[in-house]
């Protein structure tokens, strides 16, 4: 299954202008780092966001970073989702969906199969303060935009024939198997493909499973990036920030 990792920067879910305490744990902790069971990141980091709730751009427009999109080759449907927030309340990370807005029972429940990709912009950040302010997390990394994406794209999977009450386990498991993935991805299970970033020929990782693909990678323009998504092709994808958020409703 997919997922990210290192640099477990909370996912998401809530709602984009009061963006979830998404604490990030990257790569290079200094001394005295806040428990290292997972590299910071709020547990709350595999919940789904809730596209069909319509998010406002604040919580964006409070970033210091740009933010990245599908680029203009894609014409169909583009919608705000979640940021998320450091200890200090810092806008770290956020994701915009484009195509249909997907559900976590998708096809089985419609038995139509859903469009998307969405895009996480996660910001470059060398140092974080944990949430308790007695530590320094880990720098963001590519593993935290593999991690973001991973656990995005396990939100909207429902394994066939799942009962309802079992489903949170198997999410729990196949989370924690996305961190692990996204820590390794110079491993066996990722692959990877150029894709244009701003016009510019950019090497991802990826990966793909029953449920979708994973992919991420570095942007020149100090930002991380990771996408997931199901029915649409990640190889025809190419991304650019965005200049407008107008034009995700």
Do not use: C
């Not at 419609?110 to 997390?137: C, I, Q, W, Y």
């Amino acid at each position: 299954m997919e997922t990210t990792s290192s640099s477990r920067v909370g996912t998401q879910p809530a709602d984009a202008t009061t963006a979830p305490p998404a604490t990030t744990a990257p790569q290079t902790a200094p001394p005295q780092t806040a428990p290292q069971e997972h590299p910071q990141l709020p547990q709350e980091a595999a919940a789904a966001p809730v596209p069909a709730a319509r998010r406002t751009a604040e919580g964006y427009l409070r970033a210091d970073f740009p933010w990245y999109g599908l680029d203009e080759a894609f014409t169909g449907a583009r919608w705000l989702m979640q940021v998320g927030t450091g200890a200090d309340g810092s806008v770290e990370h956020g994701s915009t969906g484009h195509g249909d807005e997907p559900s976590a029972r998708g096809e089985i429940a419609t038995g139509e199969k859903e469009r998307f990709a969405v895009v996480v912009t996660v910001a470059s950040n060398p140092l974080r303060r944990s949430g308790d302010g007695t530590g320094v997390l880990e720098a963001t990394s590519v593993s935290s935009a593999a991690w973001l994406a991973g656990s995005g794209l396990l939100a909207y999977s429902w394994p066939g024939q799942m009962d309802h009450t079992l489903r949170d386990d198997w999410l729990d498991q196949q989370t924690e198997a996305a961190w692990e993935l996204a820590d390794a991805l110079d491993g066996e299970d990722w692959s990877t493909l150029s894709l244009p970033v701003d016009g510019e020929p950019t090497v991802f990782h990826y990966r793909e499973s029953e449920f979708g693909w994973v992919l991420a990678g570095s942007t020149g323009s100090g930002v991380h990036l990771g996408a997931y998504g199901r029915g649409m092709s990640a190889y025809g994808i190419g991304f650019s920030a965005i200049a407008d958020l107008g034009a995700y409703e």
